[in-house]
């Protein structure tokens, strides 16, 4: 089945970081993968949608010079969190939907990266 | 916009009872979706309903999706300690796919 893979699954920095998290969807192409961000006890918030080869559409309130996304390729999306604070402390998470499976199927989860900003 | 509420909030049952969660809106949606989300983990698709009045199961979980396309529930008959996670009901927005979540029903289980 579909597979989409998070890269790092844990991240602690310091504050003023930036730190980049990988998306990658494994055995299909995604054109749009999805950033979510989950603070801890609460659901899952749409961030951005990643279109490859193209700018990300932002969620009203989220800054795109803050959360900087790139989709250089069908199976790759990036976020990078750019001069992290405490703040930015979240669970981040990506989804994508395979195209084989109909316009109608369901998005597909990476496992998530726990972002800790100290 | 397109909010889905879902209750209860939390549940903490024994081992062997049946759950029961459900989830509404205000909005009509043409698809219904529930994901279960261990501790540290990304969301796993559990059920997909997409057309009115469905019921459809995936072993011990049943989910129906309602008539009038505003609400669904997810059932678990026979609850056991891998139940234990947190539930949540999801949406496609009307345009786009991007999908909205409801606020999830955290299932606890005792042995």
């Known amino acids: 089945g579909a597979v989409v893979s998070q890269h790092p699954s844990w991240v602690i920095c310091k504050s003023g970081t930036s730190v980049k998290i990988e998306c990658r969807s494994l055995?299909?192409?995604?054109?749009?993968m999805f950033w979510y961000r989950q603070f801890p006890k609460q659901s899952l918030m749409l961030m951005a949608t990643?279109?490859?080869?193209?700018?990300?559409?932002?969620e009203q309130g989220v800054e795109k010079d803050k959360f900087l996304i790139n989709h250089a390729s069908l199976t790759l999306s990036t976020l990078t969190v750019t001069s992290a604070h405490p703040e930015d402390s979240s669970f981040y998470i990506c989804?994508?939907?395979?195209?084989?499976?109909?316009?109608?199927?369901?998005?597909?989860f990476g496992d998530g990266t726990r972002l800790s900003i100290l | 916009g397109q909010q889905l509420n879902q209750s209860p909030q939390s549940m903490f049952i024994q081992e062997g009872e049946d759950v029961s969660m459900n989830c509404t809106s205000s909005?009509?949606?043409?698809?219904w979706l529930w994901y279960k989300q261990d501790p540290g983990e990304g969301p796993v698709l559990l059920i997909a309903?997409?057309?009115?009045?469905e019921l459809t199961s995936n072993g011990r979980l049943t989910a129906q999706f309602g008539i009038t396309r505003k609400d669904s529930f997810l059932n678990i008959s026979a609850s056991i300690p891998s139940d234990v996670g947190i539930y949540f009901c999801?949406?496609?927005?009307?345009?786009?796919?991007?999908?909205?979540f409801g606020g999830g029903t955290r299932l606890m289980v005792k042995p």
């Open positions: 909005s009509i949606f043409n698809t």
């Open positions: 989804s994508a939907r395979d195209p084989r499976q109909g316009s109608n199927q369901p998005q597909h």
């Open positions: 055995d299909f192409q995604a054109t749009t």
């Open positions: 999801a949406g496609p927005r009307l345009a786009g796919n991007m999908l909205t």
């Open positions: 309903l997409y057309k009115a009045g």
């Open positions: 990643s279109n490859e080869g193209s700018k990300a559409t932002y």
